[in-house]
């Protein structure tokens, strides 16, 4: 198994269960990250990979299999296109270059190559150390570009597993909450599925995609977007390069916030609607990170003006003209399945409760859900098109440490808060301690600073102060900080906006800053 | 799921009665088949058995002592008596010994055992008073006081209280080893306690006895559900009971999916009077299997943080 | 793993302690003191490094050896090198008694107050320790008691009983000093613990010394036991070189047709348990040689392991061949430092000479043997416990089925035997199975090994051939003139009282059972009429509650209210009356028996029992 880029025991501890049953069973774990995370040590190989270098690893492990003789021959020829170009794409990958690039030994990256391409079962497992870069799209195709090369997907045991991070991002963009994608992810501007959409709407759909977060941010920047309804996100502290994304927020002419608190967001916002907290205080579904759709159960009644989402939502239709009277979270996802019933059709509540979940695609009821994808590429005749290798070129991140901003930092979360720590920073963690600096031993030691000791932290887009923490499972070199404090400490002021135009995702994981000393202690109140 | 073959099945005779049941089951499973209400307290499905109770034992032709039935595989032709003297008179035993040093007033179904076998727990004398705080962290292998002949030895001392999350009542631990084994490969993995001492000393510990936030733990509470006797238990329960106001008439437990990453646990929620006040994951959810993380046991606060903003009570 | 180590740092003398048995660490990440550029790159845990726990105990004892306790920091430096958890170590620590948990003075001088010792002077000697140094460093409430830089403690029984009173005395540091000595005299014993000078004292010749007919101590005292040539020259080896010869099925079958019965105590038929090990299908195999030997009033084993190591070594390996085992441990208690130091000296030479490694004896088996020491725990002699212990794990014993040689060492068939059986495979191998056979009865065959002690005039070991009386083994050792035999303690604290005038049991298997006792391991512990019993018994239920490991309740908590009742009798304060305290101990007893893990539990009641209903013990006490 390989973790790549993925800190599972701290960020998906219970699916991090699974894995260690897996390894007391004998899988042998491989982990690549540039921190020695949790996760990492419980691996047999860490690959401390520099910052950002995923693909020149992934491309020169594909080298190391295709001299060994070990590619999936019969795989390749039945179930994907494109090999030769990818062969030739990763030749000047060689393992010297490799190691100049990651700083991973070559002997321990070949090792890695030949264990994987051997194994008789294997996963790749992801999740924001691969995406949260300018490049995330080309990365993942990099990993995927593995399991072509050796057959590891669509059969069980084998795969690739991206991470979700939260309880509903999966939901959200099977649900149609994406700028690009209806329910189900059927494409709005294909002619067949905009008339059956606009048939059971009876409204006209728009002939164009709307914008994901990045395109809106852009699009306020300039002028063009003066509008915002933002529904349980918290862009205030979320957004990369923090300075610039709350002016663009403040930017607009108006704002209106649905949230369960008064989050930074909401304080700038002209209209806050106050929101019933959806996982305990209604009914509905979420999709977790293998496809299972399950169900949320309300449990408690919400506090004071605080209101059902839908109701929320269904008032401010009807103020727009729409009257969808009081809508009920059965009969919404009713009509889910009716409208994508590929995925979703054979999920009727009752077997929803009946079968603890459902993996889609689940199109019938008869149909139990789908416990892997891929499987086509194995069938006989292959079901569908080939799979693609998409050949990607390794890149650096956007913005490399420099002479005057020496040290890579890279940003992440911790076991016990989660985000922007409006859920999580309501409970008292006695893991919790102040937000700090995490910082290599013989970093600490070249500043002279030790743990508590308070620093600035400077990017070429703003500066925070924060006390250090040494921590000797990071890298000389580079630098870690959460998000998870910002009302403490704005890490997002310091991260860079740079962002895949394919994926829309900033460069979270990537940029260059300079940290130094302040000569003073923090003060005692953390841990 | 893939459909698993059928599995071989065993025939064997408990209490006179022919059962069958399918090959790797336990001699506990084959008298739970046929009824059979025999009492356990250190196992659970999901944890690998440790027979320390030995409450379960039941006789077994051809077996010089009882055997743990929780344990004990059964086998083609095994003849087992549920129900002899022999059992009955060591069930008595372990459930005496048990009451007559450890706190059971918050083990569910003891008191109905107590009952049932007639145990006399107060025949062994009137208990020593509670040890003092640490002290039965510091006992050494292999070394005690002599016994003190008014008195009867117990293991009750203060309730370990070190973080706002959960409580430790080690004077209700009755040694199952269920805590270590959900905090150890069974599944959590972390190791953050293990049974340290020797004998009657023997106790539940981190290293060096150090309060859990100096210790490996991270609160995931998997070690809350397993304890038979609720020797740990969650802090809002213990301060509900404390003063009096546990109230399981006024309680609901509902369901949902916890707010939290992309795995999707699922939480029952036990509520009192519109509170959170345990929770726990089902044992049989073949994504959770019972187990949660911090964010997940503890991490529901914040829901009742706005309660409190909103009431003013800022 | 993802383990929490705290900021304590060991000493130079800790590490440098742990390094002497680990080896150097391979990187940071495993415990070295500088981190490498590599090190910020790759790291190896994972399989390799969890497959290290099983040097935890030998890591440990390096610590105690070195500065005399286990600190935190060398705890954390031992788990660092490992990849094990601290609590678990911390689990691990606090089980075995030989480990100190607090800062101990590096000097100490463990004093025997057992059954047989407390017989012959343990008491004076605690008294002038008492007086001299002050009380004993047990600390059982926590408070650690400082002597300057030496303390004394009290310790169960040390295999010495042949020589009580015993003591063992330790000195920790870079060469430290283990000996165990006895008897010895109060002077001493404070001169010991004072100045730290204890004289050097051989043992004792052998009561039998000398007589031609002895098979297992044929050499015990009389040949060089670290001399391999002396060894050779008077048979040894020959048996190894002709089960090479015959090959491993044949081996077994002589050991089965000699009707061999395991000498530990649980009396299991010898060839069968080889038959069973070689007919598993799972490698690699084990052979394991229990040289726990802890039972009060039991040193035979000893005996032999100072006296005649090389008859063990190819005793293994003759074993080793039978089964199709490629590794062999000796797992010795710690309390016998010169056995240990003989064995270890007898494996060097043994190697050196060919007789252990990758080709024994010229015919390409591959065989060696590594010593393990115990630190301090009776329950380690339960053959499941040894693999526990061995694996890195409290001495726990383990349920049964499965059973060892299906599932033993790291789960893998194990052969388990006591010192004694395999010292008798030498000559089953030379001379056939039938020709053994044909010594001692049908059901006991062989010689067997009696520990006489206590109240005899000559106490040691005799070998004699199975059949033999009790009164005729009395006899032997002697009891002085006109002092009478009041009662025999057979088979130790696990075993039970006979009446000082039941001379007649055959000290055979059949004979022992027919008479309603078991022979156990062999000890003969005789009471004169001046002996308290009831403190004997007293101590004995001190001795289970102490060496109980614990894990199920009806040896944790029985074995506590067995010692409180029997004290409450002692002091006169029944409740209810004597009647119905008996009943409690009979009550107690009979959970104890029936459902406890292990035969510690099993026993525990049974020394205590035989007082009260076969010498009619206590109820001269009554309210």
């Not at chain 3, 391979?26 to 845990?45: L, M, P």
């Not at chain 3, 190591?309 to 074993?319: G, N, R, V």
Request: proline share 6%; charged share 25%.
């Amino acid at each position: 198994m390989f973790l790549w880029g993925a800190n599972p025991r701290e960020n998906h501890p219970i699916i991090y269960h699974h894995i260690l049953k897996g390894i007391h069973n004998g899988v042998k774990l491989y982990a690549v990250d540039p921190r020695r995370t949790p996760s990492a040590q419980w691996a047999d190989v860490w690959l401390g990979v520099n910052v950002g270098t995923d693909i020149a690893l992934a491309n020169a492990m594909a080298r190391v299999i295709i001299h060994e003789g070990l590619v999936n021959e019969d795989f390749i020829a039945r179930a994907t296109t494109g090999y030769d170009a990818y062969r030739s794409a990763v030749e000047p990958y060689t393992l010297e270059h490799a190691e100049s690039v990651t700083g991973v030994p070559a002997d321990v990256i070949r090792e890695a190559a030949i264990t994987y391409a051997k194994a008789k079962r294997a996963v790749i497992c992801w999740t924001l150390g691969i995406t949260e870069h300018h490049n995330a799209a080309d990365n993942v195709f990099a990993l995927i570009n593995l399991a072509l090369l050796t057959g590891h997907v669509g059969r069980y045991g084998s795969g690739l597993s991206p991470l979700r991070g939260q309880n509903n991002v999966q939901g959200g963009g099977d649900m149609g909450a994406l700028p690009n994608k209806l329910v189900g992810f059927q494409d709005p501007l294909d002619s067949d599925i905009k008339t059956r959409f606009e048939q059971a709407w009876g409204v006209t759909l728009p002939d164009h995609y709307g914008w994901n977060v990045s395109q809106m941010f852009e699009a306020m920047h300039r002028g063009d977007l003066t509008g915002m309804y933002v529904i349980g996100e918290n862009p205030a502290q979320s957004e990369a390069d923090q300075h610039h994304a709350r002016k663009a927020l403040e930017g607009l002419e108006h704002l209106v916030v649905q949230d369960i608190f008064l989050t930074p967001t909401a304080q700038l916002a002209h209209v806050v609607l106050p929101a019933a907290a959806s996982w305990c205080e209604s009914e509905g579904t979420v999709t977790n990170s293998e496809r299972r759709v399950q169900r949320v159960h309300r449990a408690l009644t919400p506090p004071g003006a605080a209101r059902d989402e839908m109701w929320i939502v269904a008032q401010i239709a009807k103020r727009l003209g729409h009257d969808w009277g009081t809508p009920q979270a059965e009969p919404v996802w009713d009509e889910v399945r009716r409208l994508a019933p590929n995925m979703f059709g054979g999920m009727s509540y009752r077997r929803l409760e009946e079968l603890n979940g459902i993996q889609w695609p689940c199109p019938d009821e008869s149909d139990p859900g789908a416990l892997f994808l891929h499987g086509r590429l194995w069938a006989e005749p292959r079901g569908g098109k080939p799979a693609p290798f998409t050949p990607v070129e390794y890149e650096p991140p956007v913005e490399m440490p420099d002479a005057d901003y020496p040290f890579q930092l890279t940003t992440g979360r911790r076991l016990d808060s989660y985000n922007t720590g409006v859920q999580s920073g309501g409970y008292a963690s006695p893991l919790r301690r102040r937000e700090a600096l995490d910082l290599a031993p013989e970093d600490a030691a070249r500043l002279g600073v030790a743990d508590g000791d308070m620093v600035r932290i400077t990017s070429r887009r703003g500066s925070v102060e924060a006390p250090v923490h040494v921590e000797p499972n990071m890298r000389a070199g580079v630098v870690f900080m959460t998000l998870h404090n910002q009302d403490d400490v704005r890490v997002n002021v310091l991260t860079i906006d740079a962002t895949d135009p394919k994926s829309g995702t900033a460069e979270f994981k990537a940029c260059a800053v300079r940290v130094e000393p302040l000569g003073q202690t923090a003060v005692a109140g953390g841990h | 799921m893939s459909a698993r073959a059928r599995k071989p099945m065993v025939e064997l005779t408990v209490d006179e009665t022919v059962v069958s049941v399918p090959e790797g089951s336990s001699v506990l499973d084959a008298c739970r088949a046929v009824g059979s209400d025999i009492p356990t307290l250190c196992f659970l499905e999901t944890l690998h058995p440790v027979n320390a109770c030995r409450v379960c034992v039941v006789e077994l032709e051809g077996s010089r002592v009882l055997v743990p039935s929780c344990s004990r595989r059964a086998e083609q032709g095994m003849r087992v008596k549920t129900d002899t003297p022999r059992v009955r008179h060591s069930r008595r035993m372990v459930l005496e010994l048990l009451a007559s040093s450890v706190d059971l007033t918050t083990a569910p179904q003891v008191a109905d055992w107590l009952e049932e076998y007639e145990c006399a727990p107060e025949r062994f004398g009137p208990t020593a008073p509670p040890a003092d705080a640490g002290d039965r962290d510091a006992r050494v292998a292999g070394h005690h006081a002599a016994p003190d002949p008014a008195v009867a030895a117990t293991v009750d001392q203060p309730v370990k209280v070190d973080n706002d999350l959960y409580v430790r009542d080690y004077g209700k631990c009755i040694l199952c080893y269920k805590c270590v084994e959900a905090c150890g490969t069974d599944h959590q993995n972390t190791f953050a306690i293990a049974v340290a001492g020797r004998g009657f000393d023997a106790r539940i510990s981190t290293e060096f006895a150090v309060p859990l936030p100096d210790s490996a733990c991270v609160y995931c509470g998997n070690c809350i559900p397993v304890c038979p006797t609720g020797a740990l238990m969650f802090k809002t329960e213990r301060d509900l009971r404390d003063a009096g106001n546990w109230d399981e008439s006024r309680q609901h437990v509902t369901d949902t999916i916890c707010p939290y990453c992309g795995v999707g646990c699922t939480l029952e929620l036990r509520v009192q009077d519109n509170q959170v006040v345990r929770v726990t994951s089902p044992l049989d959810h073949d994504i959770s299997l019972g187990n949660l993380c911090i964010k997940g046991r503890f991490g529901w606060r914040f829901v009742e943080n706005r309660r409190a903003a909103s009431d003013g009570a800022r | 793993m993802d383990l929490h180590f705290s900021d304590a740092k060991p000493t130079a003398e800790e590490r440098r302690a742990v390094d002497a048995v680990l080896g150097a660490p391979a990187s940071a990440w495993d415990g070295a003191e500088q981190r490498s550029a590599r090190d910020g790159h790759v790291a190896f845990a994972g399989h390799a490094a969890r497959a290290q726990r099983h040097l935890l105990l030998p890591a440990l004892h390096a610590l105690q050896s070195a500065v005399g306790w286990i600190s935190e920091g060398g705890l954390t430096h031992v788990c660092t090198r490992l990849a094990v958890p601290p609590a678990e170590a911390w689990g691990v620590v606090t089980f075995y008694g030989l480990f100190s948990t607090t800062p101990r003075p590096g000097r100490v001088l463990h004093v025997c107050d057992d059954i047989a010792c407390r017989a012959r002077g343990a008491k004076p000697i605690m008294e002038a320790l008492e007086q001299a140094v002050g009380p004993a460093h047990e600390a059982p409430d926590g408070d650690a008691v400082q002597v300057g830089d030496a303390a004394w403690v009290r310790t169960p029984c040390l295999g010495l009983c042949d020589h009580a009173p015993a003591a063992l005395f330790t000195v920790a540091g870079d060469a430290p000093v283990e000996r165990s000595v006895g008897p010895i005299a109060p002077d001493d014993a404070v001169q010991a613990v004072t100045q730290g000078h204890l004289p050097e004292q051989p043992r004792r010749p052998h009561p039998q010394d000398g007589d031609a007919s002895l098979r297992l101590l044929r050499r015990v005292g009389s040949v060089d036991p670290t001399d391999l040539a002396a060894y050779e020259a008077t048979g040894g080896y020959q048996a190894l070189r002709r089960a090479l010869e015959l090959g491993p099925d044949a081996v077994i079958r002589e050991v089965v047709a000699s009707g061999l019965k395991g000498r530990g105590g649980a009396a299991f038929p010898t060839g069968r348990k080889w038959e069973a090990v070689a007919g598993q299908a799972a490698r690699p195999r084990y052979v394991i040689c229990n040289a726990d030997e802890s039972e009060p009033g039991t040193f035979k084993d000893r005996v032999l392991l100072e006296g005649d190591p090389f008859a063990i070594i190819e005793s293994m390996t003759i074993a080793a061949f039978a089964v199709g085992a490629a590794h062999g441990y000796v797992y010795v208690r710690g309390e016998y430092p010169l056995a240990i130091a003989r064995l270890e000296e007898a494996i060097e030479r043994a190697r050196t000479a060919g007789w252990l490694g990758g080709d024994v004896g010229g015919k390409g088996m591959h065989f060696d043997v590594e010593v393990r020491k115990g630190a301090g725990a009776y329950i380690c002699g339960e053959e499941t416990a040894v693999f526990n212990s061995i694996e890195g794990f409290r001495g726990e014993p383990r349920n049964k089925p499965p059973f060892p040689v299906e599932a033993g060492l790291f789960r893998k068939p194990t052969l388990v035997n006591n010192v004694e059986t395999l010292a008798n495979i030498p000559s089953i191998v030379l001379d056939g199975g039938a020709a053994f056979a044909k010594i001692g009865t049908e059901e006991s065959t062989g010689t067997k090994l009696f520990c006489l002690c206590g109240a005899v005039e000559r106490p040691g070991v005799y070998e004699v051939p199975f059949g033999a009386t009790l009164g005729e083994l009395i006899d032997l050792a002697g009891v002085p003139a006109g002092a009478g035999v009041k009662a025999v303690l057979l088979g130790g604290a696990a075993g039970m009282f006979v009446k000082g005038d039941e001379r007649d049991i055959a000290l055979t298997f059949e004979g022992a059972r027919a008479a309603g006792v078991t022979l156990g391991s062999g000890v003969i512990m005789v009471f004169d009429e001046r002996a308290d019993l009831v403190d004997t018994v007293l101590r004995i239920a001190e001795f289970f509650r102490d060496e109980s490991c614990g894990q199920c309740v009806p040896c944790r908590v029985g074995t506590v209210r067995q010692e409180e009742a029997l004290h409450r009798i002692a002091a006169r304060r029944t409740l209810g009356g004597l009647q119905s305290e008996l009943h409690l101990l009979e009550d107690v007893g009979a959970a104890m028996k029936d459902a406890s893990i292990c035969g510690l539990g099993q026993t525990a009641y049974s020394a205590v029992e035989s007082a009260i209903k076969r010498l009619g013990l206590l109820q001269e006490i009554s309210r």
